[in-house]
Nanobody, 122 residues
Framework: QVQLVESGGGLVQAGGSLRLSCAAS????????RGWFRQAPGMERELIAAISASGGSTYYADSVKGRFTISRDNAKNAVYLQMNSLKPEDTAVYYCAVAKTSSIWRAVYDYWGQGTQVTVSS
């Protein structure tokens, strides 16, 4: 059974940093793009960062560009999201996901974690 488990969320003050991790089990995802999504209360889930299977291509939403960094360790079947200079508007539940393809472009995601809460206080 495939499982994606996020960790590293929590409460942080504005300007602080958090590092989210997503560990996968039940299947190896080294050949697939990985992504991080977030969903704030009353908002739709949005893709904020993605990384190709090789790690050679990345995508960032404008709202996090320059502050967040996605990375992956295929040997550990894991993906990470380093979040710096956090703002109150970054408060959301963060989800990791695995795409159906190796490329991040127009990727469709079909495996999801349960989410981890990130709260940024002002």
């Amino acid at each position: 059974q495939v499982q994606l488990v996020e960790s590293g969320g929590g409460l942080v003050q504005a300007g602080g940093s958090l590092r989210l991790s997503c560990a996968a089990s039940g299947r190896t995802f080294s050949s697939y793009a990985r992504g991080w999504f977030r969903q704030a209360p009353g908002m739709e889930r949005e893709l904020i960062a993605a990384i190709s299977a090789s790690g050679g291509s990345t995508y960032y939403a404008d709202s996090v560009k320059g502050r967040f960094t996605i990375s992956r360790d295929n040997a550990k079947n894991a993906v990470y999201l380093q979040m710096n200079s956090l703002k109150p508007e970054d408060t959301a539940v963060y989800y990791c996901a695995v795409a159906k393809t190796s490329s991040i472009w127009r990727a469709v995601y079909d495996y999801w974690g349960q989410g981890t809460q990130v709260t940024v206080s002002s």
